[in-house]
């Protein structure tokens, strides 16, 4: 099945945690001027990785939702994607900015929502049934619809499931100056447990750069 490349880019501290805590938004970190910019930096490096459009999971837009940060230098925008993309598999999120998105859901999602979509001419694609979204089929859908290099941007839960489901070709992580901790605090890949050395994914450095304010950038190749 013909898929998009799909490119990780996230920022996290340097011990991996993408926010603060359960429930937090990251953008926190960047309204009080302690990301070392990583955010602006991931955001320019969906551009310069060419990306046609950017993904995201359900709990990451309920939080910005939630919780809104108002920035005061806002963070640079993706000009080349051409839409952000929202995996809500349960059928979850009440629309309001609607525009450039294209939702995937499951394929029996309650028909209330398809309702919500349909009448607020939200444009969607159904992939799979039962708990999850059926992801390989999700991203061959999205293939046909003339996609070809998707950015990942997260949340953790999202980025987990892509990796065990084996279909991220990069990963760039920014890690910011900050050390988080934490045992609930979400992180770059949430999902279950390995049980042994079989499903470790492989990676080859592509490069290491200085980045932002204190900030560094690591780029790698997904092996296998
Ligand atoms: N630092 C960064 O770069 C960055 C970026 C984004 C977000 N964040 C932070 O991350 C936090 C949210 O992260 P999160 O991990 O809680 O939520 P999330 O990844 O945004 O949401 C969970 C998503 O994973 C999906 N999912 C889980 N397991 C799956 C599977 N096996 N197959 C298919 N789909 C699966 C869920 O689907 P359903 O919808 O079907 O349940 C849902 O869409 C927020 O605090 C936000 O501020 C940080």
């Known amino acids: 099945m013909n898929k998009p490349e799909v490119l990780l880019n996230v920022f996290s501290s340097m011990d991996g945690k993408i926010t603060t805590a359960p429930g937090r938004n990251v953008s926190e970190w960047t309204a009080a001027g302690i990301d070392g910019e990583a955010h602006d930096v991931t955001h320019r490096l ?109 949340g953790g839960s999202m980025n987990g499931a892509f990796l065990r489901a084996k279909v991220i070709d990069e990963i760039s992580l920014v890690l910011a100056p900050l050390a988080i901790g934490g045992t609930s605090t979400p992180s770059v890949f949430d999902c279950e447990d390995l049980k042994d050395l079989e499903g470790v994914t492989t990676l080859k450095l592509l490069n290491v750069d200085r980045v932002g304010n204190d900030s560094v950038r690591l780029h790698y190749a997904v092996i296998e």
């Open 46 to 154: 969906y551009d310069e990785m060419e990306c046609d459009g950017l993904i995201s999971g359900s709990e990451t837009l309920m939080v910005y939702g939630k919780d809104w940060v108002h920035l005061e230098n806002p963070v640079y925008e993706p000009k080349k994607s051409k839409a952000y993309i929202v995996f809500d598999g349960r059928g979850r999120i009440d629309w309001h900015q609607t525009e450039g998105l294209l939702v995937v859901t499951r394929e029996d999602v309650s028909k209330d929502y398809l309702n919500q979509l349909t009448d607020k001419g939200i444009d969607y694609i159904l992939a799979g049934r039962g708990k999850q979204i059926d992801l390989p089929l999700a991203l061959h859908k999205l293939y046909e619809k003339g996609f070809r290099k998707l950015g990942l941007t997260g």
